[in-house]
C-alpha cells in the first residue's frame, strides 16, 4: 500500500511530501489510519542526523493515535473503527527476561518506529509522519480518552510514558516530595502525572517567566534554579527529581536537594555529556542517579488509561504537515507550549 508521508533523504535536508509503502495486512497486524502524530525532539537528533545511525529516507514520528482500518484473521483485541495509539516500539525479540517481564524498550532487539531494523521495503521501519501505518498487535494500545481530545492524547505515547515510567518505578505518590526539572515537552507532563500521583511537585526552571505556567500545570512550588537562594531552600528536601533536560547542565546542583536515599532519573537525551558529578555528593547522603528509557507496552497502556480516567493530555500547537521544517527551527528556539502535533488530514 502506497501512502502520503514527510521524511527527509539525508541528515542535511528538510523534511518533503514522499511516497512510502507499507506492507499488507498480515495475520496479527493493525492497519490505522493516523489522524495526529507529535513532534518528538528525538525526531529532529535522528531525522538531522545528530544521532549515530540514521538511515534514509527517514519517516520520524512515535506519537501516534487514529482509528483502526483493518486488522489482521488472527487479531483479538481491536476491531476496525477503535480508537488506537502506537509509541515508541513496534517489535521486539519477544523472548528475553525484558520482553517477559513487559519492559520491551530494554530489550536489545526493540525495534522502533522509525529507523529501526525490518524486513518491509525500505529495510528500516517509517514511522507516523504518515497516513497510516501497520502495526503487530502486540505493540498497538487502546486509547480511552474522548474523541474530541486525540490530537493531545498524541504526545502521551512518547512525552507520556518517558516521565510516567520513572514516576512509578520510584514509586512516586503522597507524602513524597517531587522535583521536575524542566517545563517543556516531557517536563510539562512529569508535573502532571506527579501531582495526580498525589505528590508534593516543585518544579524547577531557568525562566522567571514560567512560575504561573508551572501553578497551571499541577506544581506546588515553582524553583527558578538560576537563583541560588531558592534552590538552597530546598536543600536535601527532596525524595525523588525527575531530570528531563536535553542539553548539558551541572547535576551536583540538583543532586544536593535530595535528601538521604533520594534518586535523580534523568530521562532527556543530551547531544554531549553532561559535567560528571562529585562523587561525594553522592556517597555522604547515599543519593542515587539513575536513568529510564520511555517504558515498555504494559505501562504504556497503564499510563494511558490513568491519563484518561484523571482527564490528563497533553499541551499541544496544532501543525500542518508542510509546517514541520518551520515547527523544527522553532523548537530548537524553545518556542513551542508545549509539543507540536501534526494534523494527519494535512499530508
Known amino acids: 500500500m502506497t501512502i502520503k508521508a514527510y521524511g527527509a533523504h539525508a541528515g542535511d535536508q528538510p523534511l518533503v511530501p514522499i511516497d512510502i509503502t507499507r506492507r499488507a495486512t498480515g495475520p496479527d497486524d493493525v492497519r490505522i489510519d493516523i489522524a495526529y502524530c507529535g513532534v518528538c525532539h528525538s525526531d529532529l537528533h535522528q531525522v538531522r542526523a545528530e544521532w549515530a545511525g540514521t538511515l534514509f529516507p527517514c519517516v520520524p514520528g512515535h506519537e501516534i493515535v487514529g482509528r483502526v482500518a483493518e486488522v489482521g484473521q488472527a487479531v483479538t483485541t481491536f476491531k476496525p473503527g477503535d480508537l488506537v495509539g ?106 502532571k502525572l506527579a501531582h495526580a500521583l498525589g505528590a508534593h511537585v516543585v518544579a524547577f526552571t531557568t525562566s522567571e517567566g514560567k512560575r504561573e505556567e508551572a501553578r497551571k500545570l499541577g506544581a506546588h512550588e515553582t524553583v527558578v534554579s538560576r537563583n541560588p537562594d531558592e534552590m538552597a531552600a530546598h536543600r536535601a528536601g527532596l525524595d525523588f527529581i525527575l531530570n528531563t533536560v536535553a542539553a548539558p547542565h551541572d547535576l551536583d546542583a540538583y543532586i544536593s536537594l535530595l535528601r538521604r536515599d533520594g534518586t535523580m532519573a534523568l530521562v532527556g537525551a543530551p547531544a554531549t555529556p553532561h559535567p560528571s558529578p562529585q562523587v561525594f555528593n553522592l556517597i555522604m547522603k547515599r543519593r542515587s542517579l539513575a536513568g529510564s528509557l520511555i517504558g515498555g507496552i504494559p505501562e504504556t497502556q497503564e499510563m494511558l488509561d490513568f491519563c484518561a480516567k484523571h482527564g490528563i493530555t497533553a499541551d499541544i500547537e496544532m501543525i500542518r504537515a508542510d509546517g514541520i521544517n518551520d515547527a523544527y527551527e522553532r523548537m530548537l528556539k524553545g518556542d513551542v507550549r508545549y509539543r507540536f502535533v501534526i494534523d494527519s488530514a494535512s499530508l
Open 86 to 191: 502506537v509509541g515508541c516500539i513496534v517489535d521486539s525479540c519477544r523472548q528475553c527476561e525484558e520482553c517477559a517481564d513487559g519492559l520491551e524498550n530494554y530489550c536489545n532487539h526493540m525495534v522502533g518506529t522509525y529507523n529501526g531494523r525490518t524486513d518491509d521495503a525500505p529495510g528500516h521501519t517509517l514511522g507516523g509522519y504518515a497516513q497510516a501505518i501497520v502495526v503487530d498487535q502486540r505493540y498497538v494500545l487502546r486509547v480511552s480518552h474522548a474523541e474530541d481530545d486525540l490530537a493531545a492524547v498524541a504526545p502521551l505515547l512518547c512525552a507520556g510514558i518517558t516521565t510516567w515510567s520513572p514516576l512509578r518505578h520510584w514509586k512516586v505518590g503522597p507524602g513524597m516530595k517531587v522535583g521536575i526539572v524542566g517545563i517543556g515537552g516531557l517536563g510539562h507532563m512529569g508535573i
